[in-house]
């Protein structure tokens, strides 16, 4: 059976440990190389990687592309309206056309659904790399980093700040997967579907969901924030009017642990979402997060090619 990394939620917690601890070993392994240079056992050589784009990336493409590189393999990069995608060709397939020519696909989606059909008719593994709906990419790495910093991911509780948006989703299928305890505040209207909380805390999750972002920041070991406009967002200034108020700054730290963690997964608006003064203070830890995307990447790669 083909193996997608498309959602925390599709993933046994066992695999998911699996991943996280080949991400800190290789990430270990490498101290002191070259970027650019192969690990010792270059596990995918011969193998090429598809990466699709339908939204503009940093982390993400470097990311991947570098990965491709440690592992030995090599990566091909594309936006759709390069492709016969952008012509209507349909993603059905497109699917099974790459399938033929790759060994993986990673796709950077507007829609969800297109992801969910791209790894329905192909025959190697689909990865996330980004949709509207979540971003559990990212999610690997933020926690890898957690762990990084000596943090006991079972019990940790980390408050979302802000949009409960995509990576917010993922916060909330990887409660589930790790045993953390979320609290995520956002203004109203702006919060995660109820359905998918109450699913998540059916499956055994400690979410909690506090309208005051100070009170949900008490005692918190972590907290993260994120961009209040994403890609594809029109509304900016309801956007920035309605959030104001859940900016994280140093009076909002103040309400964390002494020494809490401050996550963001960036690009990051300085004087929007968070201030200067706790993106650039000694409590962050967002370009460390950044460096995980290629480590957790990396292994998520290797678990889809049974390698």
Known sequence: MTRHFLSLTDMDAG??????????????????????????????????????????????????????????????????????????????????????????????????????????????????GLTDYNHPCQIMADLMTLEEQGRDLKGLRLAWVGDGNNVAVSFINGAVKFGYQLVISTPTGYGPAGQMVERARAEGAHIELIADPRKACQSADVVIADTWVSMGDTDIDQRMSDLADWQVNDALMECAANDALFLHCLPAHRGEEVSASVIDGPNSVVFDEAENRLHAQKAILLWCLEK
Not at 21 to 40: C, N, Q, W
Not at 110 to 121: E, F, M, R
């Open 15 to 128: 695999a998911l440990r699996e991943i996280l601890g080949e991400a800190h070993r290789r990430k270990k392994a490498r101290a002191g190389m070259p970027k650019g240079a192969a690990d010792s056992d270059a596990p995918l050589a011969g193998h090429v990687l598809a990466m699709l784009f339908e939204k503009s990336s940093t982390r993400t493409r470097f990311s991947f592309e570098v990965g491709m590189t440690q592992l030995g393999g090599s990566s091909i990069f594309t936006s759709a309206g390069d492709m016969q995608l952008g012509r209507g060709e349909t993603i059905e397939d497109t699917a099974q056309v790459l399938s033929r020519f790759v060994d993986g696909i990673m796709l950077r989606a507007n829609d969800h659904n297109a992801l969910v059909a791209l790894a329905q008719n192909a025959n190697v593994p689909v990865i996330n």
